[in-house]
Every structure is written in structure tokens, then in C-alpha cells.
């Protein structure tokens, strides 16, 4: 015997936690940690949804392991794009303006 | 409160308290790790809800793998060992965050708990989910999907891959556009498609020094 109220109120501060992370960083990185806590909180609460009646073709098993699919090819390009906007601005500070952009007036441009 | 209550009290406790350490610690490395410890206490939840393979799936991908990842790209972006004083933000910025996470969460706490009749709600019983049923679904009526994730897994490799390991292009392209530059506005146009640092890496830290790799 469970109460349902649990999971939902673990799952509503988990997806609060998130968005607080989300608008706080500067760091891109550390915006993914972000992301994953909210992803985490969607996958509480699919598993939730089959935890107390029975689920339709087990979705509250299958779906938040395609969550979890999706959420690491996600991490995998965002990392990947991370990566190059470092290697060419030298900086993944979200509040610089564009990376390219502070590169006209640069020392490193020959012109 | 029921055992199953207590403990899954105990599993959200240490998910929660690990994700708000996680988001607001000043130390980079430290929130990748305590977002280990926060996806401990969600995998823990979901064992307690009675889903034993997500949650095993939960901390071999999220931990074993994205969390690994993260604590790569921290590396290679050069993250700082101590506090980061070059991403710290103002506290009108954390104050602001946290208020904007604080109406998220109460908005979905609203929508949420009277689907589970409100805080005095009954216990229901917890459903056992088997194993070989999730397994005979997945791979019968899940299969497509399951195939055009497999799918969207090498796509993101491939992309991955494109997008890290564009140097090479770049290099040649700082070669062949950049000798004919005229220091009026050509010059602008060719700087936004150049590459910043296409010297070594150690060429990136001297950020107020003319860059000796762009001159090849």
C-alpha cells in the first residue's frame, strides 16, 4: 500500500528544481544538469502512472525507458555542440553574446 | 504511512536534496556529482513504485553513462577545480531562478495532487510489474519504436562525431579565405566564418596576447 501523493510532490520539486537550474547557470554544462533533473521528474511521473492501476501494453515501463534513450542521444549532441562552441569561441559562458560575434573586435583577427 | 511511504520518502528526500545541491553549488564538478546522488534517489523512487528494470536502466544510462559524459565535457571545457568565478551570476539572478522554479513546481503541485485525492488521500495497493511482461511488450508491441530508437542513437553518434571533429574543415577554410582579406568589411564577413583559435590549445589562454596559430 502506497500513497500517490508522494511521487507527485517528488516529481513537481524535482521539475522546480530544474527550471531553477536552468535559469541559473552560466555554464552550458552545468544548463544540462538542469535539463536532466526535469527529464528526471517526467520519468517519475510516467512511472508513477502504472504504479497503482495496471498500464495499457506496459507504458509505464517502456516509455520512460525511451525517455531515458532519448535524453542521452539528447546529452550527446548538446555536449557535442558545447565542445565545438568552446573549441571556436573559447568559451561556453551563456551570457557572452554569440561567439562569433566578439571576434570583430579580437585581438586574435588577422586585419 | 506505510513502509512503502517511508521508504519512498526517504528515496525522494535524497533526490531532492541532491537536485538542489546540484543546482546551486559553485563548484562544477561537485554538481555533476551530486546530480549522481540525485539520480540515485530518483532510481531509488522508482524501485519503490515496483519498476525494478527502469530503475536499474536509470543508473547504468544516467549514472554509469550521461553523468560520466558530463564530467568529460566539464574536463574538456576546462572547468575550474575550486569555486567558478568566471560563470558566477548575481544573487537577483539566483533569487529570480529560484522564485521562477518555486511557481513551477507549486504550479504542478496544484495540477498534481488532487489527481492522487489531496494530501489525506487512501493507500492503494501497488501493482508488481514483472519483468517478462515489460520484455514481452517492449519487443512486441513496442518494436517499432524501439527500432527507430535504435536509430536515433547512431544518428546522434554520427552527429556527435560531425560536429566535434569539424576542424579540419575549418583549418582549411581559414587557408584558402583568409589571405585575400581587405581590412575593410571583407574582413568582418571572414572573421565570423574563421575559427578564433586554430592554433594549439594552449594558444586559447592567452586571450589578451596576439594569436601566433592564426597567421598560418
Do not use: K
Amino acid at each position: 500500500m502506497i500513497h500517490l501523493v508522494g511521487p507527485y510532490v517528488v516529481a513537481a520539486l524535482l521539475v522546480g528544481i530544474g527550471v531553477m537550474g536552468v535559469l541559473a547557470r552560466r555554464n552550458a554544462v552545468l544548463l544540462l544538469i538542469g535539463v536532466e533533473l526535469i527529464l528526471s521528474g517526467a520519468l517519475l511521473l510516467l512511472v508513477t502512472s502504472g504504479a497503482a492501476s495496471p498500464s495499457r501494453w506496459e507504458a509505464s515501463s517502456v516509455l520512460p525507458l525511451f525517455v531515458i534513450t532519448i535524453a542521452a542521444a539528447e546529452v550527446v549532441v548538446a555536449l557535442a555542440v558545447i565542445l565545438a562552441v568552446f573549441r571556436h569561441g573559447g568559451s561556453i559562458d551563456l551570457d557572452a553574446p554569440t561567439p562569433g560575434a566578439d571576434e570583430a573586435d579580437g585581438p586574435g583577427v588577422d586585419g | 504511512m506505510t513502509s512503502l511511504d517511508l521508504a519512498f520518502a526517504a528515496c525522494g528526500l535524497v533526490a531532492v536534496a541532491g537536485g538542489l545541491l546540484a543546482v546551486t553549488t559553485r563548484q562544477v564538478v561537485h554538481a555533476a556529482l551530486w546530480l549522481v546522488v540525485a539520480l540515485l534517489g530518483v532510481a531509488g523512487c522508482v524501485l519503490v513504485l515496483g519498476h525494478e528494470l527502469v530503475a536499474l536502466v536509470l543508473v547504468l544510462i544516467y549514472i554509469g553513462a550521461i553523468v560520466v559524459l558530463v564530467l568529460f565535457a566539464l574536463m574538456l571545457t576546462r572547468a575550474p577545480i575550486g569555486p567558478d568565478r568566471t560563470h558566477a551570476v548575481p544573487a537577483w539572478r539566483r533569487v529570480g531562478a529560484a522564485l521562477a522554479g518555486a511557481a513551477t513546481a507549486a504550479l504542478l503541485l496544484a495540477a498534481l495532487v488532487p489527481l492522487a485525492g489531496g494530501f489525506g488521500g487512501a493507500a492503494v495497493a501497488r501493482r508488481d510489474t514483472s519483468t517478462q511482461a515489460v520484455a514481452t511488450e517492449l519487443f512486441g508491441t513496442w518494436v517499432w519504436p524501439f527500432e527507430a530508437l535504435s536509430v536515433l542513437l547512431l544518428a546522434a553518434l554520427v552527429a556527435a562525431l560531425a560536429v566535434s571533429r569539424g576542424r579540419h574543415n575549418q583549418v582549411e577554410r581559414v587557408d584558402g579565405a583568409g589571405q585575400p582579406g581587405q581590412p575593410g568589411q571583407a574582413g568582418t564577413v571572414d572573421s565570423r566564418a574563421m575559427p578564433r583559435f586554430a592554433g594549439p590549445p594552449a594558444d586559447r589562454d592567452a586571450r589578451g596576447e596576439p594569436n601566433p596559430g592564426d597567421a598560418q
